[in-house]
Every structure is written in C-alpha cells, then in structure tokens.
C-alpha cells in the first residue's frame, strides 16, 4: 500500500507553489459537492474550522469529537496567540521571515514547501477571524495589537488576552454552527472514533461508540478527515487538557497510516511547577509573559531556598539573558527548558525539589507599572495565584519545563493526505510544520491554516476521483472493524484485576519522562523499551474496569486510552532511538555541541521518520521504517544560533 513515500511537493519556485496547486488541482462543481459525505473527527481549531468551511462550500460533514459541544475541545486551552506574518508593526516581519523562523526554530526537520505555505495563508487566518469578530487585542488605534513569542525578533503574535484558543474557538463554533443550522454539518458530540475503516485501500468510514449510551456504530463517507490533537498526555502529566489522546491517530496507524517523528514533543518551558505524587495535570503559564518577564536564578546553589528578595541582583543568573543575548528571554522553547534542566541540575533551582526558575516580573511593573501587566496578562497571574497562593504581582512566579505539544503526528503529503488515499490529517494531530520544535503561537495558526484555508483546496482534488464511490456500512470491511472494536472493549472488561488505570498511566509517563523527556540516550531508551512491554502486559492482566459497555463509562473510555498509550510509547522510544542525532526538542545527550547545544548530523537524518506498523492479531512486532529525505532548496542548514 506504501509505495513510495512521496510528499507530492509541486514544482516551480516556493513562492509560487501554492499558487500554481491550487491552479491545477481538480475542483468538485457546486452541484456535486453535496453528492459527497465527509467525516470529520474532531471539532477543534482545526476539525471545527475544516467542518464549517467544508460545509460552508456545499459538502455534507458529520463533525464527531468525545466532548459534549465542540466548543470544549482542547483548543480553548491556548492561552497566548496566533502568528501571522501581517508586518502590522513595520518591524520587518514578512512571509519570508516567519516561513525561515519556522524552518529555523524546529531545527531544519520540516518541508519546505509546507511552511512556506503556511507563513503565506497566515495573513488570511487573522482576516477570516477578524471578520468572524474574534476580540483581538487592539492598540489605542483601533489597529490589532501584536507581542513577541520565542525564536521570533518581531512582533508577529496576535491574542485575546491569556484566551486567544476560546475566543478563536467560539469564532469557528459560530461558523459551525451556521452550517449546523443549513443543515450541512451533522454534529455527533460524546462519540468516539475507535478505528478507520479502509474498503479497497481508501479510508471510507469509522467506527464510533456513543459515550453516553454504549452504543457502536458505522459511518460510511467519501472521506475521513482526522484533526483530533496531540499526544501529550502518553506522559501523563503535560500541560493538554485530561482527555487528549492517540487513540484515533494510533488506531489509523494499526490500519497502515503511517507515523511521524513520533518522538518529538515540545517540553514547555515555563509551567507550574509539579507538587505532588497525585497530580493528575499541569498548568501552563503562557509564553507570553516572556515578553516581560525575566527568568532567573541565584547564582549559588547555597541561595536557592533563600526568599527571591532576599538575593540581591548582583546574586542572581539571568541564564537566558546571558547565554542567548540576542534572543534573550525569548529564546525558543526547547532551549530554553533545557537551560533551565541545566540549572536545577546543577542544583540552583528554587522551590519545593528544587525544580523551578523564577520568572520575575518586578522590572517590568517598575517600567510599565502594575496596570499594564495585569491588562496584558491579569488571567494568567490569576490563575497562578488560585494554584499556588502566591501573588505574582509582589514576588516572582516560579516556573519548569513540562510536556505540552507533540510535534509527531500522522504522516501526510503537501495534501494533508496519509499514505492511505482518503485519509486526511490536520493539525496537531500531523506531523505538522513544526519539525524537531514549534515555535510559540504556531499552532493555532498551523490549525486554522489547515482547516480554513488548506484542506478545502485539497481534498477535493481527491474527492473528485471518488464520485459514487463510497460504500455502504453493510460492506464487510465495516462488520470486521466493528467487530474488532466489540472484541477490543470486551477484553477491557474482562480483565478485572486490582489496580486503577491511573497508577499504571502514571508509571509509563514517569518512565517516558524520565528516558524520553526532554533529554534522551540510547542506554534509557533501550531500558524503556523493555520496561514498557511489561507495563502493558502487567496492564492486560491487572488493570481493574468497572462497569460494563452498554452505558455511560468513563473508566472504560480511559482503559482504551491508556492501552493505546501503552503501545504508543513503545513507538516513542523505537523512533527516539533511531535518530540517533539531536534536533530541536530531541536532544540526545550523546550529541551535543561543546555548548551543551543540539548537534545535528544532516548527512544521515536531514529526513522525516515514517513508521509502518507491523503486526496483527493482537499482537505487535517491531515498526517498519520509511524515510522522507529533506530538500532544502532556499535555507541553508546551519547549525542554529539564538546567541
Ligand atoms: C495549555 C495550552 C496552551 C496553548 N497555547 C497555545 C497558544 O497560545 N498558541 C498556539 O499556537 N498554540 C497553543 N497551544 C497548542 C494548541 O492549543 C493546540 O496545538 C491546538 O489547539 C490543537 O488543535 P487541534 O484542533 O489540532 O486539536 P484539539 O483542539 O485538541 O481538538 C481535538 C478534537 O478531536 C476530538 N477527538 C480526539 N480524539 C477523538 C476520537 N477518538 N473520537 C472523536 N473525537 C476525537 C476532540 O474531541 C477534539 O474535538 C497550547 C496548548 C496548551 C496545552
């Protein structure tokens, strides 16, 4: 079914790329748009903006997340903002600067091609918002204002205070629900995709469960759209909301979809510190308060259970300040959490275990005084305050790195389409155009780019292959996956052992943490690797699922979850292994500059890692690689350099 892995890049110069696709690129009339059925599973930024421009153009869409409105799908988390190479401040932004910021920022593993593109859609996500009357931020002007996020020296950001994710959210839920409205979008709330259905090498359907009453389904279509996020929380602790998973991208990948750079996930520099051993979550503390606060901590170890006043400045270590001058504070993401790693190794980290920096806020009130910071941030210095009792106004926050983002996803082609034909993939849940590591407020813009402006160009030049071609669920193919999914949730009741399916997810996140977190070397992986198939066995035989099928069961949602993570993982660690280089937010520590830098090795990794799964009949066998070279025709690989 492979083939060759081919990203179908179109030829001719990459400003002009995207242009001239969408100039050749089949189109569906207007009569036949409604003849075709689209199933699109999720209703986040980018489900629900894909959903609402799909339906928008005349297609028939169900819409299907595990939430009980679309309007709580992951996506309202986003706190900080959205990209977009809109110049606004006259400082040298352009499409060009933030496609290269992009391609630099992930450490030269992304296609060119495709972030070129998105820097180019950028300016048209913000207009469609806009007009949507999503609240940006304004100057006193009346224009949008815009802030600075890391690995950027523009300001290219734009935000809704500490909520651009919900306000971004409702501005697409009102577009979906127009389209509810018309009648082209059907919305299945509280339904779980639990496999692709593949008839004749093309994704025709799923199987679904409806959360609330147990029951299994089929749904046929002329194609599937996946856009269900990341898969942050294999760690257990990350910064993603409880129910985010791999489950559908996972389960896509057992079908013959293949997955990409499974091991790269973004560690969050600035979060709340953990506190506790029954922590189920942890919470974000936007990047944008980079932009005016410092991070800092006391030079000697001696003073870091000292109160933060009582170390004068001459005391106190800006490390961003001083190891990155020119990006400073706003040095990206992977590398400013592996500089504060570094401290708290070396023993100067503040509060409780000593892992935590502080991210100081004292000179900016002095300079913009308390009202300008609590207008520009007064959410998040909130919500600081309800988690920790301290007031981030009088003494600095304290901050550490945490899982937030997964730059691995579903493989896909310049089309947004999987290797299987009809198998489209967007947003977090791709292998997206972030590389080895996102830039800050790239993701909203990666999701919205995909779902308003990407997908409805390109997946007709699919459908308009496919007319009449969608089978009924009668098809055999529907009654083996259905059957398949029935067997898979009776075997996770019948198990019927004594421990909680937390314990054992918090064993695997700590596992995963610890020897694929933010610093790898082939000595952990290897030990994970064989730590990881006796979790899951001891998971098969001990786990305890109350309740039954036929109902409401959140326990049982959880155990397919948790299965699917305890599979996943192993990939993680299988593809961590294999690049055997470090990159971006991949940092083997075998690999590494006289700095303590990521050193790449281009000649033999400049690719995408694709994997094939192998197996069946319940069992797995070790995943078999397929590469997609890297051609950098306009950057030039240099090793990146924030100094
Ligand atoms: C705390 C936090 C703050 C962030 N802030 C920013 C920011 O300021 N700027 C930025 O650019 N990015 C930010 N991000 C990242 C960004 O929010 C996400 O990457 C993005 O919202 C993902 O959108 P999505 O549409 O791909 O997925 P999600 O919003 O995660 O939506 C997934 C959808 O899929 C559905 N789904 C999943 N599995 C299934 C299944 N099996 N069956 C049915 N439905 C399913 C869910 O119900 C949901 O509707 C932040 C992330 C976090 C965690």
């Excluded at 993939?425 to 997206?432: L, M, P, R, T």
């Amino acid at each position: 079914m492979i083939g060759n892995l081919d990203p179908k890049v179109p030829s001719g110069p990459l400003a002009q790329k995207w242009q001239s696709h969408r100039d050749h690129s089949r189109l569906v009339s207007p009569n036949n748009r409604r003849k075709f059925e689209i199933i699109v599973v999720g209703s986040g930024l980018a489900g629900g903006s894909a959903a609402a421009t799909l339906g928008e153009l005349g297609y028939r869409v169900k819409c299907f997340c595990y939430q009980d409105s679309p309007r709580r799908a992951h996506s309202i988390a986003a706190q900080g903002g959205i990209n977009a190479a809109k110049n606004y401040q006259n400082d040298g932004d352009s499409v060009y600067r933030l496609f290269y910021d992009t391609i630099k920022g992930g450490d030269f593993r992304s296609r060119e091609a495709n972030v070129y593109r998105l820097a180019e859609v950028s300016t048209n996500i913000i207009d469609q918002c806009v007009a949507q009357g999503v609240p940006f931020a304004r100057e006193y002007s009346g224009y949008l204002a815009n802030r600075s996020f890391g690995g950027a020296q523009v300001s290219r950001t734009f935000y809704a205070r500490g909520q651009t994710g919900q306000q971004l959210l409702l501005g697409c839920y009102q577009a979906l629900c127009r389209q509810m409205a018309v009648g082209t979008v059907q919305m299945f709330p509280q339904t779980e995709m639990l496999d692709v259905v593949i008839v004749d090498g093309h994704a025709k359907g799923i199987v679904t469960r409806n959360l609330v009453s147990g029951k299994i389904d089929n749904c046929a279509a002329d194609a599937v759209v996946l856009a269900t996020g990341g898969y942050g929380n294999a760690f257990y602790l990350s910064t993603n909301a409880r129910g985010c998973n791999v489950t559908a991208t996972y389960r896509a990948y057992k079908k013959g979809a293949l997955f990409a750079n499974p091991c790269f996930t973004q560690i969050h520099p600035t979060c709340i510190p953990h506190s506790g051993d029954y922590q189920s979550k942890l919470t974000l503390m936007s990047e944008s308060l980079r932009n005016d606060g410092r991070v800092w901590v006391p030079k000697r170890k001696e003073d870091s259970n000292k109160p933060p006043n009582e170390t004068p400045e001459k005391d106190r270590d800006y490390y961003l300040e001083r190891k990155y001058p020119s990006y400073g504070n706003l040095a990206p993401r992977d590398i400013s959490s592996r500089a504060a790693k570094e401290v708290c190794d070396e023993g100067r980290g503040v509060g409780p275990g000593g892992r935590g920096v502080y991210l100081d806020f004292a000179d900016a009130i002095k300079r913009l005084g308390e009202n300008t910071i609590r207008e520009r941030y007064g959410n998040l210095f909130e919500v600081y305050e309800k988690i920790t009792g301290e007031n981030a106004y009088k003494g600095p926050m304290r901050i550490y790195p945490a899982v937030h983002y997964t730059m691995g996803g579903l493989w896909v082609d310049y089309n947004l389409m999987s290797n299987v034909p009809g198998l489209f993939v967007i947003g977090e849940a791709n292998f997206s155009d972030h590389g080895a590591n996102r830039l800050g407020a790239s993701a909203l813009m990666q999701g919205l780019a995909d779902g308003y402006f990407i997908l409805p160009y390109t997946l007709p030049n699919y459908l308009a292959g496919q007319m009449g071609k969608r089978p009924s669920t009668d098809h055999a193919e529907f009654r083996k996956a259905e059957s398949d999914v029935r067997t898979k949730i009776d075997n996770l009741l019948k198990i019927n052992g004594k421990i909680s399916l937390d314990s054992i997810h918090r064993e695997l996140g700590a596992l995963l943490w610890d020897k694929c977190g933010m610093a790898r070397n082939a000595k952990g992986l290897q030990e994970a690797l064989g730590k990881i198939p006796e979790l899951r066995e001891r998971f098969w035989r001990e786990v305890r699922v109350p309740g039954d099928g036929e109902d409401f069961n959140q326990a049982l949602e959880r155990a397919g979850r948790v299965a699917d993570f305890l599979e996943f993982a192993e990939l993680m660690c299988i593809d961590a292994l294999a690049r055997d280089e470090s990159c971006g937010a991949h940092f083997r520590e075998e690999h590494q500059t006289p700095e303590g830098e990521a050193l790449r090795d281009d000649e033999k990794f400049a690719s995408v890692f694709a994997w094939e799964f192998q197996g069946g009949n319940g069992k797995i066998a070790a995943p078999k690689l397929h590469r997609e070279p890297l051609h950098f025709e306009t950057v030039h690989l240099t090793q990146r350099s924030y100094k």
